[in-house]
């Protein structure tokens, strides 16, 4: 089974939105399948923002594989040139789902990522877009495989819209703040009577 595309163009949709295709359609729904088989699930809401799978915890093998993958594609390159910033390897992996008697929406949040990448599994539902108010933009249009690409903490808050039918599968990946080593020319800052 082929799970990645080769090497494809990345366009900027939105305001630092990069879109590209990444995961073969048989790749995600083998993913859909094994987290379904599994069923890892949190359910735990009240606790948990999402209902989702950690695949570090539960599935260290695909987030060494996805984590290659994306290496060999994004470190280098286009989305490099377009960031002007390093691109950091990641720290969290994991599968979300929305379904009825669960979770069927997400409010407008902000991640603790660098960088996220969003990844549509499926497109077998209605409702449901990852939409960023701000840069009036969803993933409506993607296709299952693409992903989008976005600076997480800071200037692109974003929601999933209430779902309407169906099941819907996504995979969310946040990569690590870059190490910044100032050197000798850390900054000296003078907080006068602030401190």
């Given at each position: ?96 789902k929305y379904q009825a008697g ?94």
């Amino acid at each position: 089974m082929d799970m990645f595309y080769d090497d494809l163009p990345i366009t900027e949709v939105a305001p630092c939105i990069f879109h590209t295709k990444f995961l073969t359609p048989e790749y995600c729904k083998y993913i859909i399948q094994l987290c379904d088989a599994h069923n890892y699930w949190t359910t735990d809401l009240a606790s948990y923002a999402t209902c989702d799978i950690p695949f570090e915890i539960h599935f260290p093998d695909l987030v060494d594989s996805l984590q290659r993958a994306f290496v060999n594609r994004f470190r280098h390159g286009q989305l490099q040139e377009y960031l002007r910033s390093e691109f950091t390897d990641f720290y969290t992996i994991f599968a979300i789902k929305y379904q009825a008697g669960t979770q069927t929406s997400l409010a407008l949040h902000s991640d603790d990522s660098y960088i996220t990448a969003s990844i549509k599994l499926n497109d077998d539902y209605e409702g449901g877009e990852l939409n960023f108010p701000r840069q009036e933009y969803t993933n409506k249009d993607c296709e299952v495989g693409d992903v989008i690409l976005f600076p997480g903490s800071l200037s692109h808050p974003h929601e999933c819209l209430e779902l309407a039918s169906g099941t819907k599968y996504s995979l969310t990946l946040w990569t690590k703040y870059p190490d910044i080593d100032y050197g000798d020319d850390e900054p000296d800052i003078d907080y006068g009577d602030a401190k």
